[in-house]
């Protein structure tokens, strides 16, 4: 009688155990969908801009709740205006951003450099501060060197 209530009683959790396992699955592929059935901007405000190949072959990450870095905030592209306060980037996704300079952000080349060395055309990577209206106080420019004209940006990205 003992061996049959425990093996019932078995057979009653791998019935149990399978069912929340495809349960779980279910309800996971359902979550993936609606994930992807979302347009970019929900799913990027979702997810955030997530990680690709940029401009002159270098990793970016648009601000986002998924962004990196401490601040969570990095624009990659190429300065297309420059005034004394602010660049604006063109992202290669064809976007552009606002970043505007202070007194504290640092401008990097291989050495050192200053917000003078910016100038329109110039490949970037910014981090900074988001701002509510979608611009970036930026805390570091970083100038890259330009994209050779055989370089492909269409390379996969591996984790």
């Known amino acids: ?25 279910v309800y996971g592929k359902s979550q993936a969908s609606s994930a992807q059935n979302l347009s970019a901007a929900p799913r990027q405000q979702r997810f955030g801009q997530g990680i690709g190949l940029g401009q002159n072959g270098q990793f970016n990450r648009q601000a986002g709740p998924g962004a990196l870095g401490r601040n969570g905030n990095f624009v990659n592209g190429e300065i297309i205006a420059k005034d004394n306060l602010s660049i604006t980037v063109k992202d290669p996704g064809g976007g552009s951003k606002i970043i505007f300079l202070s007194g504290s952000t640092q401008v990097s080349k291989f050495i050192a450099g200053q917000p003078s060395d910016l ?36 390379l996969p990205v591996r984790f």
């Open 1 to 25: 009688m003992k061996n049959k209530m425990l093996i019932s009683f078995v057979i009653g959790l791998f019935v149990i155990g399978g069912g929340a396992f495809y349960g779980g699955l």
């Open 119 to 154: 100038s329109v055309g110039q490949s970037v990577m910014v981090s900074g501060t988001a701002n509510s209206d979608g611009s970036l106080t930026a805390q570091m420019i970083q100038l890259r060197p330009p994209r050779p004209e055989n370089a492909s940006s269409t």
